[in-house]
């Protein structure tokens, strides 16, 4: 089938940048079932909608008629959500972007939540949704049935109110609560943990990679990072909790260090990491922690050094898209001379991705899960 709106008109919805997705698609039979159930059940006038991760934004163009907030993690998702809507020739502002470090301006009647994997992320978004839904609101939640445990259903029900859900449909299911429960407190905090060698102590947040922990591909490039040197500009590509990137801060008294992260809740939870290793001071200055689409917005032939442990998961599924993207930026950003440092499961063959990029590589470290990879730009 073709996407379509609520009116039955076709749509053109993709990644970003287009061909990001590679060969899946920008929507899945889970959001053909929201659209299904919205076309025979409606929202009154007037009805204040919240979408809540939509990825691509297909199917908030396919809402734009309702003109719902969309309620999101993704720096990416919001550049595809801004040119889904150019492309289907829906006003720029149809879908207003809020990003998931703060919260939509609320009172909603109708939430439309798109089931995640991590259910520590889910309780902190339906705790944090609660908050500015209506009396009586709805909340309509689903996902595909094979990535959605019953424990998330008796999440919505426990925070949200009575769940009722749906029978199958194209291997995707919808729950339907009614926010009935008083809001509860904020979600127990995530792990920390620390590194005692760089006197650093991380703590995690929901939807946050790593879940509090320390990842087996960043400690294995710890092992790595460069000694001292003067005026060394380094980043930290895909930062996550921040952990590479304060630890070459730590390890480099007088590096200028860019952490950069496509997700808010990420550069949200490096921040306050940040914050509470080095305080407000020169140190804490040297660092800046932004959120945006890699190193695109840096100058080319900038940098000494970039660190990267590139994801390899699009939502559910298993796709190695980004990790080349990622690494020919960094050879962008690099000078001359200038060195990529990356980490990845063995299996993903980090290094073919750098040959091609880069015309060789070297193999740094390893063990049985992870490789560590460096390429040096020659020119």
């Given at each position: 089938?073709?996407?379509?709106?609520?009116?039955?008109?076709?749509?053109?919805?993709?990644?970003w940048?287009?061909?990001?997705?590679?060969?899946?698609?920008?929507?899945?039979?889970?959001?053909?079932?929201?659209?299904?159930?919205?076309?025979?059940?409606?929202?009154?006038?007037?009805?204040?909608?919240?979408?809540?991760?939509?990825?691509?934004?297909?199917?908030?163009?396919?809402?734009?008629?309702?003109?719902?907030?969309?309620?999101?993690?993704?720096?990416?998702?919001?550049?595809a959500?801004?040119?889904?809507?150019?492309?289907?020739?829906?006003?720029?502002?149809?879908?207003?972007?809020?990003p998931?470090?703060?919260?939509?301006?609320?009172?909603?009647?109708?939430?439309?939540?798109?089931?995640?994997?991590?259910?520590?992320?889910?309780?902190?978004?339906?705790?944090?949704?609660?908050?500015?839904?209506?009396?009586?609101?709805?909340?309509?939640?689903?996902?595909?049935?094979?990535?959605?445990?019953?424990?998330?259903?008796?999440?919505?029900?426990?925070?949200?109110?009575t769940?009722?859900?749906?029978?199958?449909?194209?291997?995707?299911?919808?729950?339907?609560?009614?926010?009935?429960?008083?809001?509860?407190?904020?979600?127990?905090?995530?792990?920390?943990?620390?590194?005692p060698?760089?006197e650093?102590?991380?703590?995690?947040?929901?939807?946050?990679?790593g879940?509090?922990?320390l990842?087996?591909?960043?400690?294995?490039?710890?092992?790595?990072?460069?000694?001292?040197?003067?005026g060394?500009?380094a980043?930290?590509?895909?930062?996550?909790?921040?952990?590479?990137?304060?630890?070459l801060?730590?390890?480099c008294p007088?590096?200028?260090?860019?952490?950069?992260?496509?997700?808010?809740?990420?550069?949200?939870?490096?921040?306050?990491?940040?914050?509470?290793?080095?305080?407000?001071?020169?140190?804490?200055?040297r660092?800046?922690?932004?959120?945006?689409?890699?190193?695109?917005?840096?100058?080319?032939?900038?940098?000494?050094l970039?660190l990267?442990?590139?994801?390899?998961?699009?939502?559910?599924?298993?796709?190695?898209?980004?990790?080349?993207r990622?690494f020919a930026?960094?050879?962008?950003?690099?000078?001359?001379?200038?060195?990529?440092?990356?980490v990845?499961?063995?299996?993903?063959?980090?290094?073919?991705?750098?040959d091609?990029?880069?015309?060789?590589?070297?193999?740094?470290?390893?063990?049985?899960?992870?490789?560590?990879?460096?390429?040096?730009?020659q020119?």
């Open positions: 089938m073709a996407w379509q709106d609520l009116d039955g008109h076709e749509l053109a919805v993709d990644f940048p287009v061909g990001a997705g590679g060969s899946l698609r920008a929507w899945d039979a889970a959001d053909e079932y929201f659209l299904r159930h919205l076309v025979e059940q409606p929202p009154g006038p007037g009805a204040r909608v919240v979408l809540v991760d939509d990825r691509w934004g297909a199917l908030a163009t396919a809402l734009s008629r309702l003109r719902p907030e969309a309620w999101g993690d993704s720096y990416l998702g919001r550049r959500l801004a040119a889904n809507l150019e492309r289907n020739g829906r006003a720029p502002d149809a879908v207003p972007f809020v998931a470090d703060t919260i939509p301006s609320g009172p909603c009647d109708l939430a439309i939540v798109r089931l995640p994997k991590d259910l520590v992320c889910l309780d902190d978004t339906l705790r944090r949704l609660r908050d500015v839904m209506a009396p009586g609101a709805l909340v309509l939640a689903g996902g595909m049935i094979k990535h959605t445990p019953t424990r998330a259903w008796r999440l919505l029900e426990q925070v949200v109110g769940t009722v859900t749906t029978p199958g449909w194209k291997k995707a299911r919808l729950g339907l609560a009614r926010c009935e429960t008083p809001a509860l407190s904020p979600a127990p905090s995530v792990a920390a943990y620390r590194l060698d760089d650093l102590e991380i703590h995690g947040a929901p939807g946050v990679f879940g509090g922990r990842d087996g591909g960043a400690a294995l490039l710890l092992r790595h990072l460069p000694v001292p040197a003067a060394l500009a980043a930290d590509l895909g930062c996550g909790d921040g952990v590479l990137t304060l630890a801060a730590r390890r007088a590096a200028r260090i860019l952490g950069v992260d496509e997700s808010y809740r990420a550069v949200a939870c490096a921040r306050a990491n940040l914050a509470r290793n080095f305080g407000t001071g020169a140190d804490a200055a660092v800046r922690l932004e959120v945006g689409d890699g190193l695109s917005g840096v100058a080319p032939a900038s940098l000494d970039v990267c442990n590139p994801p390899f998961h699009q939502g559910f599924a298993v796709a190695d898209l980004a990790a080349e990622l930026q960094a050879r962008t950003a690099l000078r001359p001379g200038g060195r990529l440092l990356a990845g499961n063995r299996h993903l063959g980090h290094h073919a991705k750098i091609r990029l880069f015309g060789h590589h070297e193999l740094v470290d390893g063990d049985g899960r992870f490789v560590v990879v460096s390429a040096v730009r020119g």
